[in-house]
């Protein structure tokens, strides 16, 4: 069956500009997290969604950073005026419930110049 | 300020020997641990869990040791194969399971 995606794979920009990445959890999955792997570093939480609960946003660096999941589906981070310590690989899982480990897609480097 | 640590970024083991990697932590109030297994440009794979009424947990060549007095757990790979060799990342939750706190990894490298 299909995992998590993740679009796009790669993504390049410059200092100051937004950029949007994309999740498409596995169906029927309703906990989906988000995380970033910084270079020689662990991954590091960032956002959690469960079912129609409230997310928990309390991984978010600062408020150029935001979240949203339609639907119960898809999930798309937004990243405003970007910075150069924003670059990372940014990594989207699921799991059919919180309890269950979760699947993690295969990420979208992002690198910022 | 880390609550997962895994204090060797890598370790090189022999075909067929035991691999050891290890995890430390810090918060009392974690108690459902997971090992994930990383390739390179791929994201990381679930490979065994253990929770904190246990403190073993056997899946084929993989067993996770757990010392809550000690606040470690272990991971052991026996034997050990070179498609082992990846990043091995512990992780670490309360009972909410919203948020999982990951190590920095341990980068196994499996010699034939």
């Known amino acids: 069956g299909a995992g998590v995606s993740q679009s796009p794979s790669n993504k390049v920009t410059e200092k100051g500009k937004d950029v949007e990445l994309r999740c498409d959890p596995i169906s029927g999955h309703t906990a989906l997290y988000w995380y970033r792997q910084s270079l020689g570093q662990g991954l590091e939480f960032l956002i959690y969604?469960?079912?129609?609960?409230?997310?928990?946003k309390s991984g978010l660096p600062s408020d150029r950073f935001s979240a949203e999941r339609t639907g119960g589906s898809v999930s798309t981070l937004t990243i405003q005026r970007t910075q150069q310590e924003d670059s990372a690989v940014y990594l989207c899982a699921s799991s059919p419930s919180p309890r269950d480990p979760a699947a993690f897609g295969p990420g979208t480097r992002l690198t910022v110049l | 300020d880390q609550q997962v640590k895994q204090n060797s970024p890598s370790l090189s083991v022999q075909e067929g020997r035991i691999s050891i990697l290890n995890c430390d932590y810090t918060n009392s109030m974690f108690d459902y641990f997971l090992w994930y297994k990383k390739y390179p440009a791929e994201g990381p794979t679930f490979l065994i869990s253990?929770?904190?009424?246990?403190d073993k947990n056997e899946d084929g060549r993989f067993t996770v040791f757990l010392n809550k007095s000690a606040k470690h757990l272990s991971l052991h790979i026996v034997p050990s194969q070179p498609g082992d060799s990846a990043v091995y990342f512990c992780?670490?939750?309360?009972?909410?399971?919203?948020?999982?706190?990951f190590g920095s990894g341990t980068k196994l490298n499996v010699k034939p």
């Open positions: 992780a670490a939750s309360g009972n909410n399971f919203n948020k999982f706190y």
């Open positions: 969604f469960q079912g129609n609960s409230a997310p928990d």
């Open positions: 253990i929770s904190s009424i246990k």
